[in-house]
């Protein structure tokens, strides 16, 4: 199963970055306790940052944020990590989502992750970016995980960045799952092993310009 | 292979100057840069239709082409475009038709849906029905030029009554007409449907979206019978700014490129020279460039640049028209005829056309017997009948969809 993460991590050894290995973490356990293998990618959007811009201005992707588009909407689920900044996503997090294809996520269970400089902020992505990633078409989770500096001192109790990190783990696993075997939960594909012959593959949009798909001029006359 | 240029006319500051043409300027200056295009031998020149500033090209093409067309001999006029989305068709109809005459049938036209929504609502159309104008505005147009006494009804504008369009188009064969989109897939479509041509001005767009634009109405082309899709007419755009020096090119169009409205601020002059056509250097690297077209778009039939843009002042523009004649023509005809098929039709004019018409060869509208698009109609009638048969018992269907079904 194919998850791909996509970080606005600002540097390698940011709190965000931080985070964002640590919800992975908990994604692979869960993977490999209900029998699958979690092949994780990242699309990293500081790499991104100049062609971003460059399509807000000229309205066409280039041929590296076709390439990670193309990525993301290959995956059976995506992890979305983002500093807070000011009381909001980090422009960049939000601009990604706001130059992605749109139904691009569908199907696709989503887990959203954030770090910040407070606690005060941590409905920034109950309330910033889960409409965004709704109106994308992907299943929002909910459960999202939200890491304050104070929390990096604190310990892994109840309600902790880590519960929470394995929390959203398990929904997303739990979702992958029902949706790729189209059977139920992790639970009930372990209980009858061979169920899941027939894996559903991700959604993709249909491709507009494939001749085969195209809608008959006819019926683009009597639309009319 | 036709060759040409094709303007927006746009009034742009010279960001080196400072200076802003007048629009009077502006208009005379699109004026003169066709007739150079015509002095050195380009084969067409086609102008923007604009409602708007920074925009002087003519809200009417036919009114700047027909004066074009008055001090020119040979070369072809054509549209970018022509919108046919906020235009009466019977004005449309009627404008080309009084211009082919005009113009000895020197002429044709390109139809788009245009990049400037707000021109909707001064026309009194809705712009959420961009689309469904296109295709019905197109239908009528296509009918008033074929047909005399016209019943026609649609949702768009009030119906006609045993209407005849004036005057008939010369010698009885309308404009060809060439479909430009850079988006829609349903203008590919559109075009295949009536066997017309079919644009894409890619100068702002990477060329796997280009290729897939063109081979969808290549296939589609071919599924309507109108030919193999290798023979279907194909345009494309390009832009070019050149130097006999290549890095003399670079310098001097930088400062255009970095502040153009369209190019400024964003992606770098290198990166948007390697992501769309936009060709800056020498004429043997234009050559090349424009060659490459042929490896993803097969064997085409017109290719157009734009010359006279991001405020570049009109002496530079003529000396661009030169160099296109003189240094990169020649070569680009030559290479492109030596592989170009034989099969391919080149892009039809008026002449060529006449001749079709004649061998009773015209496209049909939606493919006739002989085409998959037909046999497919057939099919679904059949199984169409006997469902109805089935359902309903004895019931006749007298099957769904003839060619075209325009009535």
């Known amino acids: 199963m194919k998850i791909v993460a996509v970080s606005a991590s600002m540097s390698e050894s940011s709190s965000s970055t931080a985070l964002g290995e640590r919800v992975l973490r908990a994604v692979r356990k869960r993977a490999e306790e209900s029998g699958t293998e979690a092949q994780v990618s990242t699309v990293s959007l500081r790499d991104l940052a100049h062609d971003l811009v460059d399509m807000t201005l000229t309205g066409m992707p280039t041929p590296r944020l076709e390439e990670a588009f193309a990525e993301i909407e290959s995956a059976d689920a995506v992890v979305a990590i983002t500093p807070v900044y000011n009381a909001a996503p980090v422009g960049i997090f939000t601009l990604f989502w706001q130059l992605f294809p749109e139904g691009g996520l569908q199907g696709k269970p989503v887990l959203l992750a954030a770090t910040g400089g407070t606690a005060r902020h941590s409905l920034v992505l109950d309330s910033q970016v889960r409409p965004v990633i709704a109106y994308l078409k992907g299943i929002v989770l909910p459960t999202t995980v939200y890491a304050a500096t104070e929390d990096w001192g604190a310990g892994g109790g109840a309600g902790s960045p880590n519960a929470r990190a394995e929390a959203g783990a398990a929904e997303l696993m739990g979702l992958v799952c029902s949706i790729r075997t189209g059977v139920g939960g992790p639970d009930r594909a372990a209980a009858a092993p061979g169920t899941d012959a027939e894996v559903a593959e991700p959604h993709r949009r249909p491709d507009e310009f494939d001749p085969a798909q195209v809608t008959p001029f006819e019926q683009l006359l009597n639309m009319g | ?407």
């Open chain 2, 1 to 407: 292979m036709e060759f040409g240029i094709f303007t927006i006319g746009d009034v742009t500051p010279d960001p080196v100057t400072g200076t802003v043409p007048t629009e009077h300027e502006r208009i005379k200056a699109t004026v003169e840069i066709a007739k150079k295009a015509e002095e050195v031998g380009l084969d067409v020149f086609a102008t923007g239709e604009h409602h708007n500033p920074p925009f002087a090209a003519p809200a009417n093409p036919p009114v700047l082409l027909a004066n074009i067309a008055a001090q020119t001999q040979r070369i072809e006029l054509s549209t970018a475009t022509t919108l046919i989305t906020t235009n009466d068709p019977v004005r449309l109809a009627e404008d080309y038709s009084y211009l082919q005459h005009l113009a000895d049938g020197r002429m044709d036209l390109m139809l788009g849906r245009g990049n400037t929504g707000p021109v909707y609502p001064w026309f009194g159309k809705d712009i959420r029905q961009g689309l469904p104008l296109a295709i019905e505005h197109y239908n009528l147009l296509h009918r008033l030029w074929r047909e005399e006494d016209l019943d026609w009804e649609g949702k768009f504008r009030t119906p006609l009554q045993g209407f005849t369009a004036t005057p008939r188009p010369l010698d009885g064969v309308p404009p060809f007409v060439w479909h430009g989109s850079i988006r829609s897939p349903e203008i590919a479509e559109q075009a295949a449907y009536y066997g017309d041509g079919f644009f894409h001005n890619n100068i702002f767009w990477p060329t796997y979206h280009t290729q897939r634009m063109v081979n969808l109405y290549r296939q589609r082309y071919e599924y309507y019978g109108h030919g193999t899709a290798d023979q279907a007419f194909v345009g494309l755009g390009g832009q070019v700014f050149m130097r006999k020096d290549s890095q003399a090119a670079w310098n001097e169009f930088r400062p255009y490129f970095d502040n153009a409205p369209v190019y400024g601020h964003g992606p770098s002059m290198e990166d948007f020279t390697k992501q769309t056509p936009l060709t800056v250097g020498s004429p043997q690297q234009v050559i090349e460039r424009t060659l490459s077209f042929r490896e993803w778009a097969g064997d085409y039939q017109r290719q157009l640049f734009l010359v006279d843009h991001a405020g570049l002042p009109l002496k530079t523009v003529l000396e661009q028209i030169d160099l296109l004649a003189e240094d990169v023509l020649p070569t680009l005809r030559k290479e492109f005829a030596a592989q170009h098929s034989p099969e391919v039709p080149e892009a039809p004019t008026h002449e060529w056309l006449v001749a079709r018409h004649e061998a009773d060869k015209d496209p049909i509208p939606g493919g006739g017997r002989d085409s998959q698009a037909f046999k497919d109609r057939e099919e679904r009638a059949r199984r169409e009948a006997e469902e109805s048969k089935k359902s309903e018992g004895a019931t006749k269907s007298d099957g769904a969809g003839g060619a075209g079904s325009q009535g």
